[in-house]
């Protein structure tokens, strides 16, 4: 019987983070972070149906904030799709397809950053990685989060 280590605690401010265990590596992975849950909990969703497409196990753990500090909430259990209009965006969350493009490559270079080792970003450093988000295609983004995470190296 396989034994798995409870998922450490994200690094960095409070935010919403999907972690996944990788068992060949007996480790855990950050799969998806945004500071909203939403993004989060889809790409948990289309990660966790990838993975059981081939027909691996998962393990996920979802990281959030909870008053000011880090939070581990039960991961979403899959659910059988049932057809719902789509619902309102709470307030801060985007609301178009652009905005949620923009949401998306902000969340792939950030990633990209976390798996370089870059968790405590100042002030600056997210202005900068705003403007690349602004300016950069999706292709470019995930080009360059390839190139953290390279950069990053196995951990």
Same mark, same amino acid.
């Given at each position: 019987?396989?034994?798995?280590?409870?998922?450490?605690?994200?690094?960095?401010?409070?935010?919403?983070?999907?972690?996944?265990?990788?068992?060949?590596?007996?480790?855990?992975?950050?799969?998806?972070?945004?500071?909203?849950?939403?993004?989060?909990?889809?790409?948990?969703?289309?990660?966790?149906?990838?993975?059981?497409?081939?027909?691996?196990?998962?393990?996920?753990?979802?990281?959030?904030?909870?008053?000011?500090?880090?939070?581990?909430?039960? %991961?979403? /259990?899959?659910?059988?799709?049932?057809?719902?209009?789509?619902?309102?965006?709470?307030?801060?969350?985007?609301?178009?397809? %652009?905005?949620?493009?923009?949401?998306?490559?902000?969340?792939?270079?950030?990633?990209?950053?976390?798996?370089?080792?870059?968790?405590?970003?100042?002030?600056?450093?997210?202005?900068?990685? /705003?403007?690349?988000?602004?300016?950069?295609?999706?292709?470019?983004?995930?080009?360059?989060?390839?190139?953290?995470?390279?950069?990053?190296?196995?951990?």
């Amino acid at each position: 019987m396989e034994s798995r280590p409870e998922s450490p605690q994200p690094q960095g401010a409070p935010r919403w983070v999907a972690m996944f265990y990788r068992p060949a590596a007996g480790s855990w992975r950050t799969a998806a972070q945004s500071p909203h849950r939403s993004p989060v909990l889809y790409a948990l969703g289309e990660m966790t149906r990838a993975v059981r497409a081939r027909g691996d196990e998962v393990t996920v753990a979802l990281w959030g904030p909870k008053d000011g500090a880090w939070h581990r909430y039960d %991961a979403p /259990q899959p659910q059988p799709p049932v057809h719902r209009p789509d619902p309102e965006p709470s307030p801060g969350e985007p609301a178009t397809l %652009a905005e949620r493009m923009t949401g998306r490559r902000h969340q792939v270079l950030m990633a990209g950053l976390t798996n370089a080792g870059l968790y405590d970003l100042s002030p600056e450093d997210d202005t900068t990685v /705003q403007t690349l988000v602004e300016r950069l295609d999706e292709a470019a983004v995930r080009r360059v989060a390839h190139w953290l995470t390279t950069a990053g190296g196995p951990r």
